[in-house]
Nanobody, 121 residues
Framework: VQLQASGGGFVRAGGSLRLSCTISGTIFSPNVMYWHRQAPGKQREMVGRIVSGGSTSGLSTDYGDSVQGRFTISWDNAKNTMYLQMNGLKPEDTAVYYC???????????WGQGTLVTVSA
């Protein structure tokens, strides 16, 4: 399984970006897919996650307090891709963003390579 993150870039405060995380290989359900970020000199924090409960359950999402109401995670099953739509970006959102998948059936963890988001004031 490989994760390919993309979509980072430079944006002014108040702007928007959409990150993508394309998954190659098979991920079993149930699973949890995460977006994390790490700013320079700071610890990594969870931005949000999308939880797949299995064939009889839908998807649910939740977010870190700092991005609640501004960021939205979604999943495109046809493209095997997770998205992070980021609106109302702030300079403090500047970080390297990583996607991660936790396969709850096999207990495997997979990480993408990270994509840099820079927000100017």
């Amino acid at each position: 399984v490989q994760l390919q993150a993309s979509g980072g870039g430079f944006v002014r405060a108040g702007g928007s970006l959409r990150l993508s995380c394309t998954i190659s290989g098979t991920i079993f359900s149930p699973n949890v897919m995460y977006w994390h970020r790490q700013a320079p000199g700071k610890q990594r924090e969870m931005v949000g996650r999308i939880v797949s409960g299995g064939s009889t359950s839908g998807l649910s999402t939740d977010y870190g307090d700092s991005v609640q109401g501004r960021f939205t995670i979604s999943w495109d099953n046809a493209k095997n891709t997770m998205y992070l739509q980021m609106n109302g970006l702030k300079p403090e959102d500047t970080a390297v963003y990583y996607c991660q998948v936790h396969d709850s059936r096999t207990l495997s963890q997979y990480w993408g390579q990270g994509t840099l988001v820079t927000v100017s004031a």
